[in-house]
């Protein structure tokens, strides 16, 4: 199930004028192709997206290094803007949960591909940039970006695990307890779904290509759900 994109809002503390565009950039092909809507899909906004981010960390990188050369920055940019990295950003602001999708994705793990959720980055920053201009899409990746890219050019994965072990370990409530509840599709493309429990209680649940990233999207959620500020 997607969740509801006033949430998000809410979530980043952005509040789209147009929230026809910001709906558009959650919405997949397959959701358009499998429901006959007069809807448009997210790859217009993904294509315009992927040039505003362009420019927007090249900004970025010729101001925070000002020592390097522009066969150096250019290597750094390529490092941010790729799916690896694209992916990375999407999963730690959860977009996977808001996307629309057609039964047919849906049932084969699409909201956790990561060629999708790279797009979904990609067309969220677009959808903004038309809604709010170039100042609220840099105040975008300055807030969920550009802090988490290292000295190197690489951003930082966040490990929900041990924040999330870290804050019961602080609060007293014991040790998270994890669980592989289901596994999907072929043995070449395995999808894992875990959950974490807390005294018996269920905290969250996540999917990932592999057990330890099920784990983690779990933790992620088990994180929000307790309020907790992700570092």
């Known amino acids: 199930m997607n969740k509801d994109l006033k949430e998000l809002q809410t979530k980043l503390g952005i509040h789209f004028r147009n929230e026809q565009l910001l709906r558009q ?9 499998e429901n006959r809507t007069s809807m448009s899909d997210n790859e217009r906004l993904e294509f315009l997206g992927d040039a505003v981010l362009e420019l927007s960390v090249s900004d970025y990188f010729f101001h925070a290094f ?3 050369s522009e066969g150096e920055m250019t290597k750094l940019r390529a490092s941010i803007v790729c799916e690896p990295s694209l992916v990375t950003f999407a999963e ?14 849906e049932l084969t793990g699409g909201r956790t591909r990561p060629a999708l959720l790279a797009d979904v980055f990609e067309s969220f920053v677009g959808a903004l940039y038309l809604d709010q201009g170039l100042d609220a899409v840099k105040a975008f990746l300055y807030k969920h ?10 951003p930082q994965v966040v490990d929900y695990k041990t924040q999330l072990q870290e804050y019961t370990q602080q609060n007293l409530l014991g040790a998270p307890e994890y669980r592989i509840v289901d596994e999907r599709g072929p043995a070449h493309e395995k999808l894992f779904v875990a959950e974490v429990y807390m005294d018996q209680s269920l905290l969250g649940q996540g999917t990932g290509r592999s057990k330890k990233e099920a784990e983690q999207h779990a933790a992620a959620q088990a994180l929000e759900k307790l309020d907790v500020n992700v570092k």
């Not at 950039?25 to 192709?33: E, R």
């Not at 730690?92 to 994705?105: A, N």
């Not at 550009?146 to 000295?151: A, L, M, N, R, W």
């Open 145 to 154: 970006m550009f802090p988490k890219i290292t000295g190197d050019g690489k």
């Open 92 to 105: 730690q602001l959860d977009f996977g949960s808001f996307v629309l999708l057609g039964r047919g994705e």
């Open 66 to 68: 000002p020592g390097r």
């Open 25 to 33: 950039a959650f919405t997949h092909s397959s959701f358009v192709n």
